[in-house]
């Protein structure tokens, strides 16, 4: 998520990957893939850097997510009781 600015609100936070596109009118308006606009505060260049740096720390934390032990034991199946 990046944090942007209503112009006449509060900041809150948004998913990157919802942003269709970034115009400056001069204010700086986003719209999202559904539709949905918002007049931010931020320039559009603020928008694309917040972008990139969120985009470089979900790229930075996967490199050091852990892949899961293998089990101890093989699995295997169990027998159950046969339908009737």
Same mark, same amino acid.
């Given at each position: 998520?990046?944090?942007?600015?209503?112009?006449?609100?509060?900041?809150?936070?948004?998913?990157?990957?919802?942003?269709?596109?970034?115009?400056?009118?001069? $204010?700086?308006?986003?719209?999202?893939? $559904?539709?949905?606009?918002?007049?931010?505060?931020e320039?559009?260049?603020?928008?694309?850097?917040?972008?990139?740096?969120?985009?470089?720390?979900?790229?930075?934390?996967?490199?050091?997510?852990?892949?899961?032990?293998?089990?101890?034991?093989?699995?295997?199946?169990?027998?159950?009781?046969?339908?009737?």
């Amino acid at each position: 998520m990046i944090i942007v600015t209503r112009l006449n609100g509060p900041p809150f936070a948004l998913n990157p990957d919802l942003i269709e596109r970034a115009d400056a009118t001069p $204010d700086t308006v986003l719209t999202l893939v $559904d539709g949905t606009k918002y007049l931010i505060a931020e320039s559009v260049e603020e928008v694309i850097e917040a972008v990139r740096q969120y985009r470089a720390s979900v790229i930075a934390l996967a490199q050091h997510i852990e892949t899961a032990p293998a089990p101890a034991r093989p699995l295997h199946v169990v027998p159950g009781e046969p339908e009737a």
